[in-house]
């Protein structure tokens, strides 16, 4: 018997996340316009008629057309219009190791991706009416292979993080129990460390404090169910230990530069 195996591979995967916050089909008119502040995930649109405008105050406008992919990276801020009527399919994904970080990181521009075959619409159209969970899986698989055509052909750089056992137990630690009222302390003591030690490594592996990290997951988690529920801003600020809404909404506005209210409001497609 001959037996070869590779759980060097399988660790990272295994740890792999893609999240598909919202998924729809969307037909806009002309007046379709406004802009998009640092955002917490990437954007997968696929158009089927017409066509839209993004730019930056550094970079000439970009046209998304009929009949391509484009991926719009987390972090990418733009303004958008349309001047045309214009019906497409969209995507808002988060592609992550365990503790949150986007492996899509190194993805710094809006890239656009012609389809090798026909896109089968129909499909992503039965799968906006349907409950069934292997919609769901094939709706999923989908969209991975659609991110990873993007990645093979861009040569994206993809790498998951390979933390030490603190940082692992401590991201652990504070997915489980998310709160602007944690702190270092309590943490270190609920994975035997001590403060300095957890300290250290989160400076030394991610490169900020473990206060910046909380927040910084707090916000992203924020944006998230102001997009996905209704949960009003109130009993948004209250889940992560903010007593004081309007601190709550300032600290929100710093980040995505609306409040949470505004972002809310405006049209997320």
Known sequence: MYVSANPSLLKPVNRLNLEILTFGYAGVDPDWFGNVVSPVYSRLYYITDGAFTIWTDQSEKMRLGKGHWYLIPSGYSFDYECGETMEHFYFHVKLCDFDGTDL?????????LTPEKAVDCDFFKKCLDSNRLTDGLLLRQAVFDVLISFIDTYQI??????????????????KQNLSMQLSIA????????????LTKHFQKELHMSVNEYICNTIMADAERLLMTSNISIHDLALKFGYTDQLYFSRRFKEKFGKSPREYRKQKRL
């Open 157 to 174: 750089p993809i790498d998951a993080q390979d933390y030490s056992y603190c940082i692992f137990k401590a991201l652990v630690y504070i």
């Open 104 to 112: 899509l990181r190194n993805c710094a521009v809006p890239l656009c």
């Open 186 to 197: 309590e943490i270190a003591e609920n994975i035997f460390v001590s403060k300095s030690t």
